[in-house]
């Protein structure tokens, strides 16, 4: 801690995490009004009784957010981890998953233009041409339904323009990074047919290093692109068609093997080999080199229809997602297991929803805003593992063919979800206004678990094939808040709301009986209290809130070895939980020149009641991923010039207080690889300096400029963890053009 404070302290330029527009020079110091779609209909943030923090255009291109794992340092509560693009771990107020495979949901439900990312290993991607991101905090499920119990990340692209716009961008920096960027829209038709496209490629060499080949894993090689057009045939229709595509190519993960306590050495079906060591977290022996491609589709449409009472609105969306990720599993120089994923998905989602209009004719005089509709969700997944056991493992012994002895267990999982939502906002006085919501899911998933082995040996010892019963899991979650506006600039509210994430089943089931389980749903109620406000003439404005989830069979993913000599990726329901937190955000301007900013979070997350499928009992400990403390603070400062030249400083710095990646707090008597899975605390400097004229843009950046060194995600196998490192210093220059 002392040591991280004293990094703080040479960082003179930081970010605000809550993004603001910026548009200098300015004439005084009121903050410009940020408005957000949270709420399916257009709101300033500030009328919102509820915990958001938003991020508009500008601030995502200048704190150089390129997906949703860099927006979480920036929202104290929110932690984005994982082992790459395709295994995601979001965490928000210390809510979330590890689980990527289709048998399973994810507890932060993710967003682009109303299109539900329902694939984990979907989510993250190259943000780019993107007009806001906004993060909910708590369960969403009135209005955004199934599996967003932890909250929401709502990203909106940039959409046609009534006027030609060009932009373009070209960037490099260490690690042999590019970015190529560029965009056009304008109308097609006037006034009746407009458009947009999107292109991008950003490449960056892996951070990590294979000694054995020189290869580089970690890297970064993503190409995308979107196409959108904007029909308006009459006046009051609007129809809103959006095409994307990204491509991702190159290394997967890697990461440095540590063994346990007990062994250094120590390598899950090892054969008792000594691996080789550099010394360099960085820098290691893989036995092979890695391989990862992804292809994402997506097809998006939203239909609008205006009437006197309010709007009608269809958004109907398709998505399909292949990928391969191809990696060494121990991450030795030991010839011990490979393993190979292949992940299939398509997905449809249809949602119609009539949005009230404000003082029309449904809206009871003026004194109710209303929403009501219905969704349907379908997902159609199917997923393998292949693990190859090569000459250093502890079971391998070659084929007839001399082939290398390989295990396949995965399966193919459909889900089908349908809801009926509603929502109103009542105004009893003219300071006083009650919100009302109520959503029904019944959400029906079936699953075919297989597994197939060249031996009799584990991982998988023996051939099996299960076909699921059908499981039905439906849940209906209310909503109230009551909020009291003292006058414009100050209000208080309380909020009760209710969240479901619905069951599934087993990853990588390695026995007949392991793919027999069924992981029940998780529920949480929530209370929050919470204020808004902004005081000075609106150049400050402050937020706060406390809340307390009461948590019930929490879905909590561990590798553990049972007593038939099997280690399979089990999900259990941990008994009960309780998150106690408070939160409070505050942005201020001083001066024209001059904004700061400062939001922390405590976060007091225990397992109440949790014994895990092998008898351990965790209760009375602390959840994963969920620091007790984390700040970000932050500032801008703008140096005019003559001829519309202007210099513009920032930087920020976000502080996590240590945490744990596996249930236990650490404590060797939960095992040999237990006090290795302690995430030390941790701050993240980054900083920028930016030259506008006219149309033209100059960023020197860096992030992590403090090159601080810590783990992304562990895998904690038996009697072997393995650190996945996340990004050490990156710096480069981006040159900018726009018309």
Known sequence: MKKSLTKLGIICLTIPAAAQVYSAPRENTALEEVVVTAEKRSQSIQDIPASISAFDERA?????????????????GFYAGGFGTSRPQLYIRGIGTRQFDPGSESSVGVFVDEAYLGRTGGVLGTLKDVQRIEVLKGPQGTLYGRNVIGGVINVVTKGPSDEFEAEAEVGAGNFDSKNLFGAVSGPLIDGKLSGRAALWHSYREGYMTNLATGEHPQGLDNTGGRFRLLFTPIDNLRMDLIADFAS?????????????????????????????KSGN??????TTDTKYDRDVDALNAKIEYDFDA????????????????????????????????DEESEQFTQEVRFVSESGGSLSFDGKVDWIAGVYYFSDESVHFDTF???PDSAVYAPTADGSYPTDTTGGSFDTTSNAYFGQATILLTDQLDLTLGLRYTKDTKSAILSGTTTDARPLVSADFRVVNPEQEFTSTDPKAVLNYRVNDELSFYTSYSQGFKSGGYQYTSLTASQAGIVFEPEQLVAYEIGFKSQWLDNSLTFNGAVYQFDYTDIQVSRVVQLAD?????????????????????????????????????????KYLDYVASNNVDYSGTRMVRAPEHSFNVGAEYIVPFENEMELI???????????????????????TTAPYTKEDAYGLANVRATLTRDNWRASLWSNN??????????????????????????????LAWSY
């Open 705 to 734: 400029v403090l090159n601080e060194e810590y783990r992304s995600t562990i895998l904690a196998l038996p009697g072997q963890v393995i650190n996945i490192y996340a990004l050490p210093r990156t710096f480069g220059l981006t």
């Open 60 to 76: 995502v291109r200048d704190a150089g957010i390129v997906d949703v794992s860099i927006v979480a340092p920036r929202v104290p």
């Open 281 to 286: 977290k960085f820098k290691q022996y893989y």
């Open 565 to 605: 000599g099997s280690t399979p990726s089990l999900i259990d329901n941990a008994g009960e939980s309780r998150i106690r937190g408070l939160e409070m955000d505050l942005l201020y301007r001083p001066t024209v020149a001059l904004t700061m900013n400062f939001s922390y979070a405590y976060t007091d997350a």
């Open 310 to 341: 309010g709007t009608l609105i269809s958004v109907s969306t398709y998505r399909e997602m292949t990928y391969v990720d191809d990696r060494d599993f121990d991450n030795t120089s030991l010839d011990v297991i490979r393993q190979i994923s």
């Open 388 to 390: 190859k056991y090569g």
């Open 649 to 671: 400083f920032r930087g920020d710095y976000s502080y996590n207080t240590e945490f744990f990646h596996e249930p236990g707090e650490a404590d060797a008597k939960y095992g």
């Open 248 to 276: 991702d190519t190159g290394d997967s993960f890697q990461g440095e093997s540590i063994g346990s306590t007990a062994n250094e050495d120590g390598i899950l079906l090892g054969g008792g080999g000594t691996p080789k």
